[in-house]
Nanobody, 124 residues
Framework: QVQLVESGGGLVQAGGSLRLSCAAS????????MGWIRQAPGKERELVAVINVRGWSTYYAQSVKGRFTISRDNVKNTVFLQMNSLKPEDTAVYYCAASACCSDTSNIRDYNHWGQGTQVTVSS
């Protein structure tokens, strides 16, 4: 069974930074890609960042490229999302997600396991 627990969300002013963490457990986590998905009120879910199983390949949504960095520690089974230069439009619930099928995928449909989410609010 895959369990994903996010932490690190909060309220920050525009231009500030936050670091999200995801403590993961379960066999899928050590063999497949991990990602962060966000959902803002009234908007579609967005796959924000992905990291492959070995950690050397990443994908970023255009909306966050150059500002967000995803990383993973496979020894500690933890995934991170460093968010810099935050904007009000980054406000959303951020979910840690694990792919059930693939070691490297940027298709949001491949992410079947989600955490409970952590709220990120960026004030202007």
């Amino acid at each position: 069974q895959v369990q994903l627990v996010e932490s690190g969300g909060g309220l920050v002013q525009a231009g500030g930074s936050l670091r999200l963490s995801c403590a993961a457990s379960g066999r899928t986590v050590s063999t497949n890609a991990m990602g962060w998905i966000r959902q803002a009120p009234g908007k579609e879910r967005e796959l924000v960042a992905v990291i492959n199983v070995r950690g050397w390949s990443t994908y970023y949504a255009q909306s966050v490229k150059g500002r967000f960095t995803i990383s993973r520690d496979n020894v500690k089974n933890t995934v991170f999302l460093q968010m810099n230069s935050l904007k009000p439009e980054d406000t959303a619930v951020y979910y840690c997600a694990a792919s059930a099928c693939c070691s490297d995928t940027s298709n949001i449909r491949d992410y079947n396991h989600w955490g409970q989410g952590t709220q990120v609010t960026v004030s202007s």
